[in-house]
């Protein structure tokens, strides 16, 4: 592509580099918008400038990555809510076997959930159970938190939905998410077993000291809840008052038996008959008066066990459409992999995956698409206009065209320059919009040679854009931070 006029190209790197200063720095002191606002001011800048027409910044938005993405997000909410995420958490302390045994099942769970529910979720959920565990063990955390964001970018590279340009790719090449997961799957695995080994050999021996300490104000206060649930002054209070009761009673009638020895025997002829039919009416009422009271007691308990039943019944039923819910969740999503790897149309599968989710919790779906970043899409949105605009500058072509004849996909040394390129750039304007700017070239550069390397082409861009984040200290340093900073949001 020839260079645009001189005007256009000034205009729309000017409106480039905005884009790009706010998308990398999005608290700058002049501008601090933030990545989503600069993505839009970019995207206006390019209208007004007239670098593009309105008509293609309209058609430069790419809706079926937008669909794919807002459908992964929905499914991972309904996931989360299905406690996936719990219970991949507790399978990381099942049986543990000590720090170096916890390293590797992070490094395995981190990147399998990673390619199946991008690699934010799994960093921002499992960074919960990691700290945790930790503490739990009494266990430095970063070794760990490492472990969890480095695995998390390895694997996110295995399926197209791990990460937000693996979806890029997966649209704009036409790769099938079969034949994606089989192309990318061994070297992830490669990657997440060298990763572990890594992360080993840099903390063996802080990993090697055994702190098996456990909490003691966490045990103690267990006990305290123990006992002071184990017994109710309100049960025992009843008891006593019934011995005292008892023994007045007692009391009273051999008094009323003494007093009467002293009459005259005359005197006690006349009034036995009237005195046995007092005693023998107050025997009755007494007995009818017990009789009344057993009724009201057996009234009373039957009333209190039938309360307690239809309780129970409610919380068995309760439990019982909780985990069939829980199963309707983790079938749809297991049929929505499935579908995917049939080779259905990824946007609308995760679309309809979605929106079955909402159809079968039954309930008002506001809460749950409140969870959805609204604002990634929205900075999606910006960046296809921006990005569009800058290639219609022609500047990027023309850097490719001096690069191509070193960058060769079916040579050694030209897969080496190309992924020191990419990681430079990635690092430098973040990875989608190099996958933007750079992914068509790339892919039109090696169909020249043959349609299998196209498909090796798009490959080796998913598979270096989804590990660059483990090449660099600075991007490290941002997950771990991720990390931190989403456990200080849970608590």
Not at 35 to 60: C, E, H, K, W
Not at 166 to 194: C, E, H, R, T, W
Not at 316 to 327: A, D, E, I, M
Not at 395 to 423: C, F, Q, R
């Amino acid at each position: 592509m020839a260079m645009a006029s001189s005007v256009k190209v000034v205009l729309g790197s000017i409106a480039f580099a905005i884009f790009w200063v706010l998308a990398v720095f999005p608290a700058v002191p002049f501008l601090p918008v933030g990545r989503t606002a600069g993505s839009l001011l970019g995207a206006m800048l390019m209208v007004l400038f007239r670098v593009i027409t309105p008509d293609q910044a309209y058609a430069a938005i790419d809706l079926p990555i937008l669909g794919l993405l807002f459908g992964t997000m929905v499914v991972c909410v309904y996931l989360e809510r299905a406690d996936l995420f719990k219970y991949l958490g507790k399978l990381l302390s099942w049986k543990s076997k000590g720090a170096k045994d916890l390293i590797c099942r992070i490094c395995l769970i981190s990147a399998i959930s990673s390619a199946l529910f991008t690699n934010d979720t799994s960093c921002v959920v499992l960074t919960e159970f990691v700290l945790k565990i930790a503490r739990q063990h009494n266990l430095p955390p970063h070794p760990f938190l490492l472990a969890l964001a480095s695995s998390a970018n390895i694997g996110s590279a295995a399926t197209p939905i791990g990460n937000p340009q693996n979806l890029v790719i997966a649209i704009q090449s036409k790769i099938s998410f079969g034949d994606f997961v089989i192309g990318i799957l061994p070297a992830m695995l490669v990657g997440a077993l060298v990763n572990a080994i890594l992360i080993l050999c840099m903390y063996w021996r802080l990993l090697s000291v055994q702190k098996d300490e456990e909490d003691a104000t966490g045990e103690v206060v267990a006990e305290e809840d123990v006992h002071s649930h184990r017994f109710s002054p309100a049960t025992m209070s009843h008891s006593p008052s019934f011995n005292s009761q008892s023994q007045e009673w007692n009391s009273r009638m051999e008094s009323m038996n003494g007093s009467t020895a002293h009459n005259d025997t005359l005197r006690n002829r006349v009034n036995s008959a009237d005195h046995n039919e007092i005693l023998s009416g107050s025997v009755d009422s007494a007995r009818n008066s017990n009789a009344s009271k057993e009724a009201t007691n057996k009234n009373v308990e039957s009333d209190a066990f039938s309360v307690e039943s239809s309780e129970k019944r409610e919380k068995l039923s309760t439990r019982w459409k909780r985990r069939f819910w829980k199963s309707c969740v983790y079938l749809v999503t297991l049929g929505m992999l499935i579908s995917l790897l049939m080779g259905l149309n990824m946007s609308w599968t995760a679309i309809t995956a979605a929106l079955a989710l909402v159809v079968l919790d039954f309930k008002d779906a506001r809460p749950c698409l409140e969870k959805v970043s609204y604002s990634l899409l929205i900075f999606f949105c910006g960046m296809f206009i921006t990005v569009e605009g800058f290639n219609k500058t022609g500047i990027p072509s023309t850097l490719w065209d001096l690069m191509e004849p070193y960058a060769k996909i079916n040579h050694v040394s030209g897969i080496a320059i190309l992924a020191i390129v990419i990681l430079v750039l990635s690092n430098l304007a973040s990875n989608v919009p190099t996958v933007l700017l750079l992914g068509g070239r790339v892919a039109a550069s090696a169909a020249a040679i043959s349609a299998s390397e196209e498909k090796k082409a798009w490959l080796i861009l998913a598979w270096v854009f989804g590990t660059r984040k483990d090449s660099s200290a600075f991007s490290v340093a941002n997950g771990l931070k991720t990390s931190l900073n989403s456990f200080t949001c849970l608590c």
